[in-house]
């Protein structure tokens, strides 16, 4: 049962008026006419609506009791925030000389709206234009800047409060310079202790904590501040618990930090301001309120991160979370509730990342958050980009550190953000505005579709979810043609598609130059990352560490191609720095060496390795030919062969083989004059093999595969067997196993499949109405650049597996063992739409159209 607030006195009007004649009715019998136009009868009446406001009044005392509680807690309001730009200062021309611009330059907007001053923006630092520099650039913020104000002198008591003039002070940005206090220094300072000169005078710096129960280490030199109302408070003493007295307390009282000595002055230097009326669009910063000669000033972005200071009733209901967490960090819910006291974030979701993500550790919180927005909705990708500030996941995750159990870690990111939009026709009766309905049910499909919704978060929409909000508009009759469509999806020039070994219906696809991931077995895509002018030829997982990928990307560097090589190692979320290549890469591998992961590379330039950590080392694989340029490299693990490499050299140069992952021992084991361009392994129980593809020359159906089995002497075995019954695609452009399964793609046969334990194999053509795309003559199908398999999941294990593949137009899968092909890549769904995760849906532009039923 809850426990409701109860009234101190619940009496109404009427209820006085009545216990005042009853009372009359005693003890003055003689008072017979109480009508209501009787002097004293108004009399009666007036002191009941007297006392009855003054209940009022005290039946509010209990609001006020939660609200001084909530002070002894030390709640208190958030400060408002300020929003942050980037300014380009720019020289005039025919000036040429050095230029100053000082920290706390004051930039103002050309124009303000009738009757309200224009925001101000302060540099955040100083900024230098060199003789040759035309411009640059510096971070402000919407504030004022208050330099030195002096706030009295100190007591030398403990528990002092002093009173900022302009407060609020703006909520931290990151920069220690938001506010500092300084108090006047007794005697000279060590060089490494904070100080600032004001007038000739040497302060102390001191420095801000929440509250003085915390550790203070080395430095105790403290005080908290109230940034909402502009209070400073040092220290205060009190009676610690003791084994010096009788009832456990110390005789004296201590002071819980240090305290400011008597008679010496204290100032401040803050940052007050700030508020939603500083996020101000592009190119509107253009006036200098503090002119520098020869200098102009814009803003090429929108000025983003102003929000309001919170307010009493938000403080209210925040309040008992405080008392539920006890300042610590261990629930979802007090992560969540620690990222939501920062101003800029309006929504936070917190899980444990083991729960999502193999390659997580334990113990590791994943904290995803939504910026705060001002605005009603729609809210769009942009603008919820925009608002995704470092300065504010700064502050989130510097409240985080503070608070979360030791030996546990948190990763702290923004969510990333998938448009949808929404088609949909509506039928209504006769006398509805069709306008008016049409705008009244796109504002509800934007708060369908809202990233800082009350809703719960979505891993997909369902068209149902338009009909239910389309039909609880009055006037619709019904609604349909409803459709989805999103803004990427790996549609064209698909080079490459890889399935995550360790997340099962992950599959990743790299289109032109943009990175895509799924995690719904090709239901949807999310574009995870896009590498400008390149083309992304070959994306790899490691088999032996959850979450680590690698991609090759191609780039034209005048007449030549070259590769730049990248490595994530959380599933494509982050990338480390590329490696920069002269030259380019036409495949890579990944091997397991002393248990770190190597990443392989067959290069034009012969054969180099990446351990972790490094950069491309060189490895040598026949000594008589340095030159020696690959096609591709494979590598291959099992109990009777252990690890073995093998690389296929370039102009028909045949395949070399390393029985050892130390790669110092290659030895040529034949097809010399065969185009090798593919290698790949296969494992079938404690066997494995090594698979060869060759090209083919013009129209030509070519030879197809040839296999050989892996042994721990490499000079023993059948050697190379053909496997090319059966084939019919040209050139071989890559080649999947799973088991005794193999699928090839092929040139212009589509992706073929073998069943390689079966006696006298052979390679089975897709029919023409397989489902993949075909050529414009002679009925054929289109090339694959790119094929990959899956295992079944679960118990499935009988089940084919299901095999994926990309080319120019775009992605698809089959799960009968490529009988059958269905495309993955469109961008419009009419039953639903999905998402991955770390992402959200925001809304895309939609599109209502309203029409009258003509039936009627």
Known sequence: MSLQAPKLDDRSFHDLVAEARRMVRERCPEWTDMSAGEPGTTLIELYAFLTEVMLYRINRLPEKAYIEFLRLMGVMLAPPSAARVKLTFSRSQGNDQRIEVPRGTRVTLSRSAEGEDPPIFTTASALTLEPDENSASVLAYHCQLVQGEALGSSTGLPGQSFQLRQAPVIAPTGDKLDLVIGVEAESELDERTPSVTHEGI??????????????????????????????????????????????????????????PPANQRIRAWYRCGGGPGGNVAAHTLTVLKDPIPGVRVDNEEAA??????????????????????????????????????????????????????RFAAPGTVQLLLVPGLDQTPPYNQQQLENAQTNEALARVRQAIDERRPLGTDCVIDWYHYKPVSVQARLVLHPEEDARSVEDRVENRLHEMINPLGKQPLRSRLHASDVYHAALNEPGVLYADEVQFSVDHAPESDVGAVMADPFHPDLWYAGAGDQVFRSMDDGEGWEKLVRFDEEYIDRITCCDARAGLLATISLRSDGDNTISRVRISEDCGQNWQKPHEL??????????????????????????????????????????????????????????????????????????????????????????????????????????????????????????????????????????????????????????????????????????????????????????????????????????????????????????????LCGGPHGAFRSRDGAHAFRNISRRTFTDHVTIGEGFLFCSGKHKVEAVHDETR
């Not at 400073?232 to 009832?247: H, L, M, S, V």
């Not at 102003?306 to 938000?314: A, R, V």
């Not at 950069?615 to 490299?633: I, K, M, S, T």
Request: hydrophobic content about 40%; overall charge negative.
């Open 202 to 259: 040497t302060y102390r710096i001191w420095r801000e904590v929440e509250h003085f129960s915390r550790d203070s280490g080395d430095d105790d030199h403290l005080y908290v501040a109230d940034r909402a109302t502009g209070s400073i408070t040092f220290a205060p003493a009190i009676r610690t618990t003791g084994a010096d007295t009788g009832n456990g307390l110390s005789r004296n009282a201590e002071a819980l930090a240090a305290v």
């Open 304 to 357: 983003v991160g102003g929000c309001e200071q919170e307010s009493l009733d938000n403080a209210m209901q925040r309040g008992p979370q405080e008392l539920h967490s006890l300042n610590r960090a261990i629930t979802a819910r007090d992560y969540e509730a620690v990222a939501l006291r920062e101003g800029s974030v309006g929504r936070a979701h917190a899980v444990a990342r083991a729960e999502r993500w």
């Open 582 to 803: 002269g030259f380019q890469v036409n495949d890579l591998a990944w091997v397991q060496r002393g248990g770190e992961p190597v990443l392989l590379l067959a290069t034009d330039e012969g054969l180099y390795q990446l351990p972790p950590g490094s950069g491309p080392v060189p490895v040598a694989v026949d000594e008589h030919n340095q030159g020696l340029a690959f096609y591709a490299v494979a590598a291959a693990e099992a109990p009777r062969v252990g690890t073995q490499v093998a690389v296929a050299a370039r102009n028909s140069k045949g395949v070399y083989l390393c029985p050892d992952e130390q790669l110092e021992d290659f030895q040529h084991i034949g097809l010399d004059g065969q185009d090798v361009r593919v290698l790949t392994a296969q494992r079938i129980g404690p066997r494995a093999f090594l698979w060869a593809g060759v090209a083919a020359v013009g129209g030509e159906d070519g030879d197809g595969c040839l296999r050989w089995e892996l042994r721990r002497d490499t000079t023993g075995g059948d050697g190379w067997m053909a496997m090319g019954n059966g084939w019919k695609g040209g050139s071989c452009r890559a080649l999947a196993t799973h088991g005794e399964h193999v699928f090839a793609a092929t040139f212009h046969s589509g992706v073929v499949a073998m069943d390689s334990a079966v006696k006298d194999p052979e390679w089975r053509v897709p029919a023409i109405d397989c489902g993949l795309p075909l050529r414009d003559t002679d009925r054929l199908l289109q090339k694959v650049n790119d094929v990959t398999v899956a295992p079944p999941r679960g118990a499935e294990t009988d089940r084919m597996p299901t095999v």
